[in-house]
């Protein structure tokens, strides 16, 4: 969710000829999502909603394959990969229900790897063809 967030605030390269963007209104569908999905949960509404929220992730990630397929919906596609990530992993936390303590380690793990990959700068030092 911390990368949706920035990509919202942050300016892509702009040329005079491209028309203003939204971007910030792409979360309107993602709160939407997320929200009903944490509403219909508590609520014990639908004994499949993990399957189904987890059915719509899936279809927002394989959308975000065929957005970043082409350059001029590229940016839809990141949009539709990180509204499917992160609805992934909420189904997956509203499915296992974890304590605190395992939160907390999740936490832990998932922060290392964003110091890791903020404060080292790893992909700076590996080129895209050295792969």
């Not at 987890?54 to 949009?79: D, E």
């Amino acid at each position: 969710m911390v990368c949706f967030i920035i990509l919202l605030t942050t300016s892509f390269v702009m040329f005079v000829a491209d028309p203003p963007e939204y971007r910030y209104l792409y979360a309107l569908p993602a709160a939407v999502f997320l929200g009903g999905y944490g509403y219909a949960a508590q609520a014990g509404m639908y004994p499949d909603i993990h399957q189904m929220t987890y059915l719509a992730a899936s279809l927002c990630c394989v959308g975000a394959l065929t957005g970043l397929s082409s350059q001029k919906t590229s940016r839809i596609g990141n949009i539709l990969g990180m509204i499917g990530v992160s609805s992934g992993i909420a189904a997956t936390l509203g499915f296992v229900k974890p304590s605190n303590e395992l939160l907390v380690q999740m936490g832990a793990c998932m922060g290392s790897g964003e110091y890791v990959s903020l404060f080292k700068c790893i992909s700076q030092c590996i080129c895209a063809s050295g792969l």
